[in-house]
């Protein structure tokens, strides 16, 4: 399988419950490279990159994310690698 790329949005409550410093450490777990940031209009932004298993793993997590998060939707599209090494939480 070859590198995926996915660009997208979670609702619901996800800021304040450590969603995006989870999808960090996700992320890192399963080697998968790009960003996650906080909206102002409350949602989650993110572009995970990497092998297509892995991406479609931390896709699903994306679903549940952290124990105090209540996840209402995830709206992720695949888009053209962007070629991001590493995983950041942007600010």
């Known amino acids: 399988m070859g590198r995926v790329c ?10 304040g419950v450590y969603y995006r410093q989870s999808t960090e450490q996700q992320a890192e ?3 998968v490279d790009g ?3 906080n ?3 409350g949602r989650v932004e993110v572009l995970l990159e ?13 679903c549940d994310g952290p124990a105090d ?3 209402s939707a ?10 991001i ?3 950041i939480v942007r600010r």
């Open 6 to 15: 996915l660009h997208g949005f979670v609702s619901g409550r996800v800021q």
């Open 29 to 31: 777990r399963l080697g």
């Open 35 to 37: 960003w996650v940031r």
């Open 39 to 41: 909206l102002a209009d």
């Open 50 to 62: 990497g092998e297509e298993d892995a991406v479609r793993e931390l896709e699903r997590w994306l």
């Open 69 to 71: 998060a209540e996840v």
């Open 74 to 83: 995830v709206d992720v599209q695949e888009v053209p690698a962007q070629g």
């Open 85 to 87: 090494t590493g995983f």
